[in-house]
């Protein structure tokens, strides 16, 4: 549901227009339309590593495509108000629904159920580099921020203090938290968990770090850029002084922001250089390895792309050099009357299996596959000249 604005924001608002009215073309950031046909309330946006904007249209219950030209789509449906997404560093959004669910979907646009049971309505969701989930429920008047693991398991508060309405949130390079907090003052929540006022930044509902440290919030109506240490100015004036969702395009230095039913962008004013971190594993051992979710069972040079998996949001790559010691072997075999094999004499057809444990000290497996040839009243023999398996009456006569 749409977010009540409380008349101590509509008085700020107010205020904001008589203050920043003659900001706007002298200092504030240009913009252009992304796409203006959405035709309902953007309740939070997200960037894919391919320039792809996606959008949740809070009182349709549908999530939305945009390409960086503007052309627009269906990305998914969902089964309540969605008020908040996020694309974790491998790609799959999140998004964070009005009734306390959040689904996991993939791009392909397949749906899977995530986290449900929270208490509260979520109206804000990140991820941090290691792929551990914080949604922010929004319990008036003391909202909490509730982590869970990339699973979704394994879920505990945060943070928590009063005055608090999580909304927009974003983690810089140190694993400090910033979040606006809607009709209070925004919040700043250290890697050691202490939380703090940060700036002058008040009644907002968005927040991004752009990977050099700079916070772009939505505050009283305009949208500012902010180092670490709290210092802001104007940076947009988006239309009516309306801003609910912020998202960046770290790799292509692009902000794209909602103002009720459209999606605007403007260039970041520093270059945003994204540079590529790669990083190899080299891993020996006996049966199988997991790496990554994937499971191999043979050895091999594996890699894997994250998509603003590292701590700049930019892309990752992974190299998996593999050693599997494990010995399988498969031997197919026809004998005569009987054939003995690892110290065992067969004298029918059939499949056997042999245990053992390697040179590596791996457990291994070898699979004969036996068929026996034994006629009455024949005797069989192989010509080794012509590799022919000749049979010959041995009836006394």
């Not at 960037?47 to 809070?58: L, P, Q, R, T």
């Not at 140190?174 to 002058?200: A, C, E, H, P, Q």
């Not at 994250?306 to 399988?328: E, Q, R, V």
């Not at 690892?342 to 457990?363: D, E, H, L, P, V």
Request: proline share 3%.
């Amino acid at each position: 549901m749409k977010k009540t604005i409380s008349t101590h924001f509509i008085k700020a608002m107010f205020i904001s227009l008589i203050v920043f009215a003659g900001i706007k073309q002298a200092n504030a950031q240009s913009y252009t339309v992304l796409t203006s046909n959405v035709g309902a309330y953007i309740s939070g946006l997200a960037v894919d590593s391919s320039g792809n904007v996606y959008a949740a249209i809070e009182s349709q219950n549908v999530i939305i495509k945009v390409t960086p030209t503007g052309v627009q789509s269906t990305f998914a449906t969902t089964e309540n108000h969605p008020e908040a997404i996020v694309i974790d560093n491998t790609g799959n959004l999140f998004v964070a629904l009005f009734n306390g669910k959040v689904f996991k979907i993939d791009k392909n646009g397949n749906k899977t159920l995530f986290l449900s049971g929270l208490n509260g309505s979520p109206f804000g969701i990140t991820v941090d580099g290691t792929g551990n989930f914080y949604i922010g429920l929004t319990n008036y008047p003391n909202g909490t921020i509730y982590k869970v693991n990339s699973s979704g398991v394994n879920g505990s508060v945060y943070a928590t203090t009063s005055n608090f309405q999580p909304t927009g949130m974003s983690f810089d390079n140190n694993g400090n938290l910033y979040v606006s907090n809607y009709n209070w003052d925004f919040k700043v929540i250290s890697s050691s968990g202490n939380i703090s006022s940060f700036g002058n930044l008040s009644n907002g509902s968005a927040a991004t770090y752009d990977g050099l440290n700079n916070i772009y919030a939505s505050s009283q109506g305009v949208i500012k850029k902010s180092n670490l240490n709290g210092i802001n100015s104007v940076f947009i004036t988006p239309p009516n002084n309306d801003c609910f969702a912020i998202a960046i395009d770290r790799i292509r230095g692009i902000l794209y922001f909602s103002s009720y039913a459209g999606i605007y962008k403007a260039t970041i004013p520093t270059a945003l250089i994204c540079p590529t971190t790669t990083s190899t594993s080299n891993i020996t051992t006996c049966n199988n390895y997991t790496w990554n979710g994937t499971t191999y069972t043979s050895s091999g040079t594996y890699t894997k792309t994250f998509a603003g998996g590292n701590s700049k949001g930019c892309d990752s790559t992974a190299t998996l050099n593999l050693t599997i010691n494990s010995t399988n072997n498969t031997t197919v075999q026809t004998a005569v009357n009987n054939y003995t094999w690892n110290g065992i004499t067969y004298t029918s057809s059939g499949t056997y299996t042999y245990s053992y444990n390697n040179s590596n000290g791996c457990a291994s497996v070898d699979t004969l596959k036996l068929t026996i040839f034994s006629p009455p009243g024949n005797a069989l023999h192989f010509d080794g000249a012509n590799d022919v398996l000749n049979v010959s009456n041995s009836t006394n006569k």
